[in-house]
C-alpha cells in the first residue's frame, strides 16, 4: 500500500555542516537519484548543487542561505516535479516554517520508518531556547507581570471602590505594555539568540560570536545571583549565632 504524507514544523534552530551530512547520507542511502538546492536572502536560487557545494558557500549575511532543500527519487532522475522525498530547512524569520517534510507515492513501511528518522533529527537540530521567539510566552510574560504590580498597586489606595476602578484602569494599561512587551522582548531576544542559522561560513563565526555576547551579558547576572544567596545564607547564620 502506498501513500503520502506531509509535515511541517517552526522552532528555533541553528544547523551545523553535521546535520546537513547526516541529513544528505539519509536520503542518499535511500533513494537513488538526489539533489539539492538553496535560496540565499539577496533572492537568488541555485538548483542541482551538491551538498559539498552548500557547505562551502561563503554565507556572508547580506548573502546567508535562507532555505535549503533536498530531494530524492528511487526511479528516473528527471521527474523532480514530484519527487519521492522533499525535505527543505528553511528560515522562519523569513518562511512561516522552518522544517518541511513531504513524501509522496511510497510504501507504508517506508513512511514509518522515514518518519521516525525525521522526528529524531528534528528534535536534535531544535535548540532549547525555542519557546523565546513564541508570540505566546511574550503575552504571557508581559500581562502577568503587569497585571501582578497593578494588582499590588491597587490594593494599597483608596476604599474598595477607588481600589476596582484604580485596578481596571491599571489593567487596561497594563494589557497594553504587556502586549507592546511581545515586539520588544522578541527584538531583544533574536539579536542574542538568533531564530534560525545554517550554521556554514561567515554564520558559523555569526554563532560563536553570538554565545560568546551571552557569556559576557548573562556570566556577570548569574555570578552577582549566586554570590547573593550565598551571602544572605551566611549573613543569617551569623546573625543567628
Known sequence: MKGN????????????????????????????????????????????????EVLQYDNCDYRKIICFSIKGNKDEINSFSFPNISITLCDNSVYDKSFVLDIRDLEENEIVCYVKKIEDFVKRIKVFYWFVHKV????????????????????????????????LI???????????????????????????????GEQERYIKNKEK???????????????GIVASIISHFILSA
Open 5 to 52: 504524507l506531509y509535515k511541517s514544523y517552526d522552532f528555533a534552530s541553528v544547523v551545523t555542516k553535521d546535520d546537513l551530512r547526516d541529513l544528505f547520507l539519509f536520503v542518499t542511502t535511500n533513494f537513488e537519484f538526489v539533489k539539492c538546492s538553496i535560496k540565499t536572502k539577496d533572492g537568488a536560487e541555485y538548483n542541482s548543487i551538491t551538498l559539498e
Open 136 to 167: 505566546g510566552f511574550y503575552i504571557f510574560l508581559g500581562c502577568f507581570v503587569y497585571v501582578i504590580f497593578a494588582l499590588l498597586y491597587s490594593l494599597k489606595i483608596g476604599n474598595n471602590e477607588e481600589k476596582v476602578y484604580n485596578f
Open 213 to 227: 555576547m551571552r557569556a559576557f551579558i548573562f556570566g556577570p547576572i548569574l555570578i552577582g545571583l549566586v554570590i
Open 170 to 200: 491599571l489593567q487596561s494599561f497594563a494589557l497594553f505594555f504587556g502586549g507592546t512587551s511581545v515586539f520588544w522582548g522578541r527584538k531583544l531576544m533574536s539579536f542574542l539568540y538568533p531564530e534560525f542559522c545554517f550554521c556554514i
